[in-house]
């Protein structure tokens, strides 16, 4: 089956510490997405890619980084700069790129806990 | 300008009943407006969507009906059932825009 698989599920940090999340599409899509989910609150863009090895920032990127070397794989780094980081995180990709009214499809998530 | 707003934050139906959520834009470059069902622990999952030049598309249970003029949209759910019970998010997306998400629906259907 085609989708979106985010590991770990679960992800716990420590304070200074840098953590990577996982995602991984075998939708052969193009464009991949990150968001940030809170509690009561709608979804955040983090950064976005339309192309390998190419990437922009969304709404709320400061403290975190991200990499697009190939074209099923897009990891985001959560770094120490991020001083909130608890907070359920969601991949995302399209078959082209943003703003042309696709659907989005979703992983599973990663919900990050600070320690 | 790129704010979309959602009400009501909660809704509780009973088993059968119609769950309505609205939602409302500003920005004119929107053209598609999807409503995502999410799940707990999960992802979100396209449901249903539109564009303007309709005012009213119907799946199912499930009807979004679209007043451009006011710039806004809802979502209807017909014969609302307990397995209907999630976060329902409203979205706007268009031309050279990032996807906007409202802050999202919790509705719980009573059996």
């Known amino acids: 089956d085609g989708g979106i698989t985010q590991s770990p599920k679960y992800l716990f940090r420590k304070e200074g510490q840098n953590v990577t999340l996982s995602c991984e599409q075998n939708?052969?899509?193009?464009?991949m997405y990150w968001y940030r989910q809170d509690p009561g609150q709608g979804l955040r863009l983090i950064y976005y890619s339309q192309i390998v090895n190419d990437f922009q920032k969304g709404d709320i990127a400061e403290g975190y980084s991200v990499s697009r070397e190939k074209k099923e794989s897009f990891p985001l780094t959560v770094t120490s700069a991020q001083k909130n980081p608890t907070a359920f995180y969601l991949c995302?990709?399209?078959?082209?790129?943003?703003?042309?009214?696709?659907?989005?499809?979703f992983g599973s998530g990663t919900q990050l806990s600070v320690l | 300008q790129q704010q979309v707003k959602q009400s009501p934050q909660s809704l509780i139906v009973q088993k059968g009943g119609i769950s309505i959520i609205n939602c409302a834009y500003e920005n004119t470059a929107f053209d598609y407006f999807p409503w995502y069902q999410q799940f707990p622990g999960k992802g979100p999952a396209l449901l249903i969507a539109?564009?303007?030049?309709?005012s009213e598309k119907k799946e199912g249970r499930f009807t979004i009906s679209f007043n451009k003029s006011a710039k806004q949209f809802s979502l209807h759910i017909m014969d609302s059932q307990p397995g209907d019970s999630a976060t329902y998010f409203c979205?706007?997306?268009?031309?050279?825009?990032?996807?906007?998400f409202g802050p999202g629906t919790r509705l719980s259907v009573l059996p």
């Open positions: 539109i564009r303007p030049d309709v």
């Open positions: 979205a706007a997306d268009g031309y050279g825009q990032n996807f906007v």
């Open positions: 939708l052969n899509h193009d464009a």
């Open positions: 995302a990709s399209t078959q082209n790129g943003r703003g042309r009214n696709e659907k989005l499809f």
